[in-house]
């Protein structure tokens, strides 16, 4: 790939025109069919619209406010699986919770970054053990909660060697000078 293509791939207008594009992709795939009487979303259209909304749109943040958009996200998600019982959940909700858990694995720093995904995934647990309780199967909540831990690692992992990259790379600069 060109030095032009990465610098373009890079640039934070780039990404976040990209993720409004698949947030938008997203939400008008998951609205359509609550309006439709599709009920993953529960039986409440008005609710379903709302969850459909409330899981895909912040996607669109995921770039800029990682943390905000997986919370958002992640309570949502957690909502249409407990709204869905005893069907199984939209799948979109799932889709961008995976989305989220890695932009904050791989873009959130500082302290934060450390304690609020494990905050985040504490707090979920009540949400999803509810869901559960109200009639959701175990399979449909608990792959939901490992994948957005294993996207968050693999964020992690990604973050980490994006940060070794840039050290060899100036490191390679100076022995050049």
Known sequence: MSARTVNLLRNPR??????????????FSSVLP????DHSWGRNKVLGVA????????????????LTAA???????????????PQQAAFQPYVAL????YSVGS?????????????????????????????QQ????????????AAWVVGRIIRSWRQKNAALERANRELAE
């Open 138 to 149: 175990a399979g449909n909540a608990i792959p939901s909660y490992t994948w957005m831990l």
């Open 71 to 85: 919370a958002i996200v992640l309570f949502a998600n957690g909502a249409c699986i407990y709204a869905a019982a």
């Open 34 to 37: 609550v309006l439709d009487g």
């Open 107 to 135: 873009r959130a720093g500082g302290r934060r970054a450390r304690w609020v995904p494990l905050l985040l995934a504490v707090a979920a647990v009540p949400v999803f053990v509810a869901a559960v309780v109200h009639g």
């Open 98 to 101: 995976v989305l989220t858990a």
């Open 51 to 66: 969850l459909a909304l409330l899981s895909t749109v912040p996607v669109a943040w995921r770039s800029r406010w990682p």
């Open 14 to 27: 780039v990404q976040g025109a990209r993720d409004a594009a698949l947030a938008a992709f997203m939400a």
